[in-house]
């Protein structure tokens, strides 16, 4: 009797301790608000989560993510930001199969720069912050304050048109706006084409390097001003209208942009000089993988904007990589390919923006609507 009497106290305290929770593993809570991804990362304990983000592009690796020619449906990257290039600020998402036909990145490559609400575990994906297990996918259609997307009813002209019709209608809509002159387009450049990390550059077009704003000139270099449909091309120079058009006018290095000079595009070629990714042989030229799907888009904006109605030759692409002062530019089946290869990723979307805002108040359609490329040129 006595020893039962001694053993009371520790029953009871026993008892206590299990009606407290003291002595088991209990699950992790889940977080009830929605989270940044800069607070997922910071919340990897196991726990359900939901996360709000940008998706920037497809995990490969613990510190790999690609943006472009995505090799699977399986996962997709995170950010607060849809320019954000730093794996470190990415949260890797896990896509069940239930959700890869409608998420994945192979499927849906327009999804990049779009914003979306994902709920799964905070747990380590490819070994880096990640969202595994996801239970629910939604969104698609959000916008970055820098990515916000066409204005509703700016193509409402164009609607259910294909084909030449649809060409038509694309250019009465994009064909009222401002122009710039060949000064203006100087401080139009370092606006649209500044470096997401770093607000004093400016990202090259062909060499992808990062620039000082102020080392705009002529010198060895320095960078100019290249027209990507090449303003020989038509005969156009540097008139207002398509020869100050920043829809394809770009920031590039002076030698590279040399190189270039007046070549179609087409693929293959030998290595270039401070461009690496670079080709070039005698009659074309080709970008860096990163950035063929703009020269394309910017090619086929200038064909469908500029038709020969105000003054300019009506320009055109064509199968040709020989075309010299023609108004043509080549090559269209490569071009077509490039576009679907490298679709529009936060960076080209964002430009377009800001020259609808800043300057020009019209839109590229193909980086709003890059199925359109299939329909006008099939």
Same mark, same amino acid.
């Given at each position: +009797?006595?020893?039962?009497?001694?053993?009371?106290?520790?029953?009871?305290?026993?008892?206590?301790?299990?009606?407290? =929770?003291?002595? *088991?593993?209990? #699950?992790?809570?889940? *977080?009830?608000? *929605?989270?940044?991804?800069?607070?997922?990362?910071?919340?990897?304990?196991?726990?359900?989560?939901?996360?709000?983000?940008?998706?920037?592009?497809?995990?490969?690796?613990?510190?790999?993510?690609?943006?472009?020619?995505?090799?699977?449906?399986? #996962?997709?990257?995170?950010?607060?930001?849809?320019? &954000?290039?730093?794996?470190?600020?990415?949260?890797?998402?896990?896509?069940?199969?239930?959700? !890869?036909?409608?998420?994945?990145?192979?499927?849906?490559?327009?999804?990049?720069?779009?914003?979306?609400?994902?709920? =799964?575990?905070?747990?380590?994906?490819?070994?880096?912050?990640?969202?595994?297990?996801?239970?629910?996918?939604?969104?698609? =259609?959000?916008?970055?304050?820098?990515?916000?997307?066409?204005?509703?009813?700016?193509?409402?002209?164009?609607?259910?048109?294909?084909?030449?019709?649809?060409?038509?209608?694309?250019?009465?809509?994009?064909?009222?706006?401002? $122009?710039?002159?060949?000064? &203006?387009?100087?401080?139009?450049?370092?606006?649209?084409?500044?470096?997401?990390?770093?607000?004093?550059?400016?990202?090259?077009?062909?060499?992808? !390097?990062?620039?000082?704003?102020?080392?705009?000139?002529?010198?060895?270099?320095?960078?100019?001003?290249?027209?990507?449909?090449? $303003?020989?091309?038509?005969?156009?120079?540097?008139? *207002?209208?398509?020869?100050?058009?920043?829809?394809?006018? /770009?920031?590039?290095?002076?030698?590279?942009?040399?190189?270039?000079?007046?070549?179609?595009?087409?693929?293959? =070629?030998?290595?270039?000089? @401070?461009?690496?990714?670079?080709?070039?042989?005698?009659?074309?030229?080709?970008? %860096?993988?990163?950035?063929?799907?703009?020269?394309? /888009? +910017?090619?086929?904006?200038?064909?469908? %904007?500029?038709?020969?109605?105000?003054?300019?030759?009506?320009?055109?692409?064509? @199968?040709?990589?020989?075309?010299?002062?023609?108004?043509?530019?080549?090559?269209?089946?490569?071009? $077509?390919?490039?576009?679907?290869?490298?679709?529009?990723?936060?960076? @080209?979307? !964002?430009?377009?923006?800001?020259?609808?805002?800043?300057?020009?108040?019209? /839109?590229?359609?193909?980086?709003?609507?890059?199925?359109?490329?299939?329909?006008?040129?099939?």
């Amino acid at each position: +009797m006595t020893a039962l009497r001694s053993l009371r106290p520790v029953l009871l305290i026993g008892v206590l301790l299990a009606l407290l =929770g003291f002595g *088991t593993t209990p #699950a992790p809570a889940a *977080t009830s608000a *929605t989270l940044t991804v800069a607070a997922a990362i910071q919340q990897q304990t196991g726990a359900t989560g939901t996360v709000s983000g940008y998706v920037v592009g497809q995990p490969t690796a613990t510190n790999t993510v690609v943006r472009s020619n995505f090799p699977n449906d399986y #996962a997709l990257a995170l950010a607060d930001s849809a320019g &954000q290039t730093s794996t470190a600020s990415m949260l890797y998402v896990q896509i069940p199969s239930g959700f !890869r036909s409608a998420y994945g990145l192979r499927s849906n490559p327009s999804l990049v720069g779009q914003q979306i609400t994902v709920t =799964g575990k905070l747990a380590a994906y490819f070994s880096h912050p990640g969202l595994t297990g996801a239970t629910a996918f939604s969104g698609g =259609g959000g916008s970055d304050p820098g990515d916000p997307g066409d204005p509703s009813d700016y193509y409402a002209g164009a609607e259910g048109k294909t084909g030449a019709a649809l060409k038509s209608a694309l250019h009465t809509i994009i064909s009222n706006q401002t $122009k710039l002159s060949y000064d &203006q387009v100087w401080n139009a450049l370092k606006d649209t084409d500044q470096d997401p990390n770093n607000a004093n550059n400016v990202i090259l077009l062909y060499s992808g !390097r990062s620039q000082a704003k102020s080392t705009n000139g002529g010198d060895p270099n320095d960078w100019n001003r290249e027209h990507v449909w090449a $303003k020989s091309h038509g005969d156009f120079g540097t008139a *207002t209208g398509p020869g100050t058009d920043v829809h394809h006018l /770009r920031p590039e290095d002076v030698s590279v942009n040399g190189i270039r000079g007046n070549l179609d595009f087409d693929n293959g =070629g030998g290595t270039v000089a @401070e461009c690496s990714g670079c080709a070039v042989d005698g009659d074309s030229f080709s970008p %860096r993988a990163a950035v063929r799907g703009d020269v394309a /888009r +910017m090619i086929f904006y200038m064909a469908v %904007r500029y038709e020969g109605g105000d003054g300019f030759a009506n320009l055109e692409p064509n @199968e040709s990589v020989n075309n010299g002062t023609a108004p043509y530019i080549g090559k269209l089946s490569v071009l $077509k390919a490039w576009s679907q290869a490298d679709p529009p990723d936060a960076f @080209e979307k !964002r430009r377009n923006q800001v020259i609808y805002d800043n300057w020009q108040h019209n /839109r590229n359609p193909f980086i709003d609507h890059p199925e359109w490329v299939a329909s006008i040129w099939p």
